[in-house]
């Protein structure tokens, strides 16, 4: 199970960092996954990281402000979030696949496991 955490209300400019944390499994042979849900909007890829951080990848909207990381001895995936905007607001969710390769996932479809999502709203 992946459990979510760390979001919050804040204002623009404001800086926030969500965990997912696994339970009951190992995340080093997993690639991970952000996804953010806004309202009345579909899913949208936020960032990911493949089993062993050496490749990241990220939306063009949160390029230069977010920043993933994972501690896999530890069993969580970072989402360090800087300069935050009224448009990020939204559910955010953490996402796993099993996979030890260099493929990196931007399509939900392509993960095995989603966490239940945690609240990010940014006010003006």
């Known amino acids: 199970q992946l459990q979510a955490s760390g979001g919050g209300l804040v204002q623009a400019g404001d800086s926030l960092r969500l965990s997912c944390a696994a339970s009951?499994?190992?995340?080093?042979?997993?690639?991970m996954g952000w996804f953010r849900r806004a309202p009345g909007k579909d899913r949208e890829f936020v960032s990911a990281?493949?089993?062993?951080?050496?490749?990241?990848d990220y939306a063009d909207s949160v390029k230069g402000r977010f920043t993933i990381s994972r501690d896999n001895a530890k069993k969580t995936v970072y989402l360090q979030m800087n300069s935050l905007k009224p448009e990020d607001t939204g559910l955010y969710f953490c996402?796993?696949?099993?996979?030890?390769?260099?493929?990196?996932?931007?399509?939900?479809?392509?993960?095995?496991?989603w966490g239940q999502g945690t609240q990010v709203t940014v006010s003006s």
């Open positions: 996402a796993a696949k099993l996979s030890v390769t260099l493929e990196i996932g931007r399509d939900p479809n392509w993960y095995d496991y």
């Open positions: 009951g499994r190992t995340l080093s042979t997993y690639g």
């Open positions: 990281i493949i089993w062993n951080a050496g490749r990241t």
